[in-house]
T-cell receptor, first 114, second 114 residues
Framework: DTGVSQDPRHKITKRGQNVTFRCDPI?????LYWYRQTLGQGPEFLTY????????KSRLLSDRFSAERPKGSFSTLEIQRTEQGDSAMYLC????????????FGSGTRLTVV | DQQVKQNSPSLSVQEGRISILNCDYT??????FLWYKKYPAEGPTFLIS?????DKNEDGRFTVFLNKSAKHLSLHIVPSQPGDSAVYFC?????????????FGKGTKLSVKP
């Protein structure tokens, strides 16, 4: 297993367009997380799944954002009607049920909204 | 309101000397703390963690100290090496590591000079 994979690595989009990111977690990890990181800040929690169930969503996740994890494997994060403030690094991570020794993060998808 | 604070944006240390990175938190409910290291264009990688029932945890050159009364933790790197140059994030969670939501600080950029 090569770790957590995110696609694409970079995305440039025009304001108002929709974008979708994909995350493939480590296969034996049943938890999957999405975080967002802007310049000069630490990662901010967006949402997480245990298997296919979305267990928690941050208030940062506006109604323009939707995440899915069909069949409890890969996950997608969609942003509708993108705004310039959505420009950030979107990080995916996965973990076994006990996340105590840390998640494994992917390398992220950098979104630039122009 | 930032619950996890890393008040030093940067730190410069000579190779071979000790690096001390500090982190303060405000939420008394936090009971698990982690340090992550991040290189440019990569996701954060887990370094070391500590439960609130301990006050010290060591792993090779890395030691984390927890002072619950002061709501303060620190990461010591001895001896520091040029390869340690990265951004270090402190993170905290509620639920002893079993919960999904990590709260991160803004990070401290460590530069280790040869």
């Amino acid at each position: 297993d090569t770790g957590v994979s995110q696609d694409p690595r970079h995305k440039i989009t025009k304001r108002g367009q929709n974008v979708t990111f994909r995350c493939d977690p480590i296969s034996e990890h049943n938890r999957l997380y999405w975080y967002r990181q802007t310049l000069g800040q630490g990662p901010e929690f967006l949402t997480y799944f245990q298997n296919e169930a979305q267990l928690e969503k941050s208030r940062l996740l506006s109604d323009r954002f939707s995440a899915e994890r069909p069949k409890g494997s890969f996950s997608t994060l969609e942003i509708q009607r993108t705004e310039q403030g959505d420009s950030a690094m979107y990080l995916c991570a996965s973990s076994p049920p006990w996340a105590g020794d840390g998640y494994t993060f992917g390398s992220g998808t950098r979104l630039t909204v122009v | 309101d930032q619950q996890v604070k890393q008040n030093s944006p940067s730190l410069s240390v000579q190779e071979g000397r000790i690096s001390i990175l500090n982190c303060d938190y405000t939420n008394s409910m936090f009971d698990y703390f982690l340090w992550y290291k991040k290189y440019p264009a990569e996701g954060p990688t887990f370094l070391i963690s500590i439960s609130s029932i301990k006050d010290k945890n060591e792993d090779g050159r890395f030691t984390v100290f927890l002072n619950k009364s002061a709501k303060h933790l620190s990461l010591h790197i001895v001896p520091s090496q040029p390869g340690d140059s990265a951004v270090y994030f402190c993170a905290a969670s509620v639920g002893g590591g079993s919960q999904g939501n990590l709260i991160f600080g803004k990070g401290t950029k460590l530069s280790v000079k040869p």
